[in-house]
Every structure is written in structure tokens, then in C-alpha cells.
């Protein structure tokens, strides 16, 4: 399996592009790719985002999964617009100290789930 630094020289090596062709299909910057590909903040806790992930799989025609997997991310479950929507009301129902309960049990899930 590639970590994202071998992805990322994978793609670019396949596709024969160079990181820029890459971050304007990606829709992000070069230097965050570059950053990556260099192996800064490019795993762990401080790693890519999960929204840059996704743009990187995307605009390389790769499969999320893969994406997260080289990145050593949990590899979320999909979610619908339903989905959304429902988690989207429900969230929006909470008072603010509610919320804050709800932000710090999240956090502490994916966390537990990035040191496995």
C-alpha cells in the first residue's frame, strides 16, 4: 500500500503530470501538495484534512478510500444527503452547551479511531 507521498509520485508518474496539473485538477494548492509529497503534516492527527483527501481522490480519479488509507486516516463511512440532513437537524435542535457535548464526543471518536 502507498503512503501519500508514493500516491502522490504514483499519480503523477502514471498520468505523466506534473503537481501542478495535479493541484488545478485537485482544486488544491501546489504547496499543500507539495508539503504532502515531501512527507510533512502528511499523516497523523495534523495530517491533510478529510475535505482535502477527498479533493486529492477526486481530481486524481482515485478511490477515497485509497486516499485516506496512504494518508493513515480511518476511512469514513459514506453518508447520504439524508443522511446529512437528519444529523443537520438534529444538531441544529441542540442549545450551544448541548452542541459543545456533542463537538468534544466526535473529536474524542475520531481521535481513538487515528491512534488505532
Do not use: C, Y
Not at 17 to 35: D, E, K, N, Q, V
Not at 50 to 62: F, M, N, S, T
Amino acid at each position: 500500500m502507498d503512503d501519500l507521498k508514493n500516491l502522490i509520485e504514483r499519480v503523477m508518474a502514471e498520468k505523466d503530470w506534473t503537481l501542478s496539473t495535479l493541484a488545478r485538477r485537485s482544486g488544491l494548492s501546489p504547496s499543500t501538495l507539495h508539503s504532502w509529497k515531501s512527507g510533512d503534516r502528511a499523516t497523523g492527527t495534523r495530517g491533510p484534512s478529510p475535505d482535502k483527501l477527498r479533493q486529492l481522490a477526486e481530481g486524481a480519479g482515485l478511490p477515497v478510500a485509497e486516499v485516506f488509507e496512504a494518508a493513515g486516516r480511518h476511512v469514513p463511512a459514506p453518508m447520504d444527503d439524508e443522511d446529512e440532513r437528519q444529523f443537520l437537524h438534529l444538531l441544529r435542535s441542540l442549545d450551544s452547551t448541548d452542541r459543545s457535548v456533542v463537538r468534544a464526543t466526535m473529536q474524542a471518536m475520531a481521535e481513538r479511531r487515528t491512534a488505532k
